[in-house]
């Protein structure tokens, strides 16, 4: 490891369509609820908490467009009254000699949003597109 700290640059990302660079990944957050209750004869007048119900961020997968590539669009397009398919997604974050330190593991996520590129006759930016993921679960393992 870099005396420095790991680079957030250097990733990769399984999700179960064609094995493409990803420019971007966000929404590995895990939030976790308060449950506040206070029992009727405590003395005490504030209230206890307990932790909740988990709940994860949505994951957004970026990437420049390619030709010939329609992964994303095929993915949420799967949907249909209440049934979509459902992959598991990992990501890791490598290190300089391309090993894994961080996995993410991403548990039946499904397509809730594709957004295409934003097209500019008067730009030069890469074509990217977006598709964001609901799911059922996050684990972090530290290698």
Not at 2 to 16: A, D, K
Not at 87 to 96: F, M, P, Q, S
Request: proline share 3%; aromatic share 8%.
């Amino acid at each position: 490891m870099s005396r420095y700290g790991l680079l957030n640059c250097h990733f990769s990302v399984e999700w179960g369509g064609t094995r493409l660079g990803f420019v971007e990944v966000t929404g590995l957050d895990i939030h976790v609820d308060v449950a506040a209750f206070r029992e009727g004869d405590s003395p005490d007048l504030g209230e206890k908490k307990m932790p909740g119900l988990r709940r994860y961020s949505n994951i957004v997968l970026k990437r420049v467009v390619q030709e010939q590539d329609n992964d994303f669009y095929a993915w949420i397009n799967t949907q249909k009254l209440n049934t979509v398919e459902r992959r598991d997604v990992t990501i890791r974050l490598l290190n300089e000699q391309h090993q894994p330190v961080i996995v993410w593991k991403i548990s039946n996520a499904f397509p809730v949003r594709y957004s295409g590129p934003t097209l500019n006759a008067q730009g030069t930016d890469v074509a990217m597109e977006e598709l964001e993921l609901a799911h059922e679960g996050l684990s972090v393992e530290r290698i």
